[in-house]
């Protein structure tokens, strides 16, 4: 049974930090291309980050780059997202997405930046 957890969400103040985890089980973890993709409040789904299998080629969207970090870890099955210099246009339910012939899904974590 395939499964994506993420944790790591809650509310922060402007400036402020998180860090994102999302375990994966029921499929090669390390076989996958892992994306975090959020949606914020009434807003369509927006990619933020991705990272291949090899965890050597990353990528951010523009909105992120210099204060996001997408890293996995293969051995322990779980992908991360360091958010530094988070902004309340951050605020966004974040999904772990994972991509190969076929995507998987998490529930998503909350994510709140207000002061």
């Known amino acids: 049974q395939v499964q994506l957890v993420e944790s790591g969400g809650g509310l922060v103040q402007p400036g402020g930090s998180l860090r994102l985890s999302c ?15 959020r949606q914020a409040p009434d807003k369509g789904l927006e990619w933020v980050s991705g990272i291949y299998s090899g965890s050597s ?3 951010y969207a523009d909105s992120v780059k210099g204060r996001f970090t997408i890293s996995r870890d293969n ?20 999904y772990c997405n ?18």
């Open 75 to 94: 051995a322990k099955n779980t992908l991360y997202l360091q958010m530094n210099s988070l902004k309340p246009e951050d605020t966004a339910l974040y």
């Open 57 to 59: 080629d990353k990528y």
């Open 98 to 115: 994972a991509r190969r012939v076929v995507d998987y899904w998490g529930q998503g974590t909350q994510v709140t930046v207000s002061s």
């Open 23 to 37: 375990a994966a089980s029921g499929f090669t973890f390390s076989s996958y291309a892992m994306s975090w993709v």
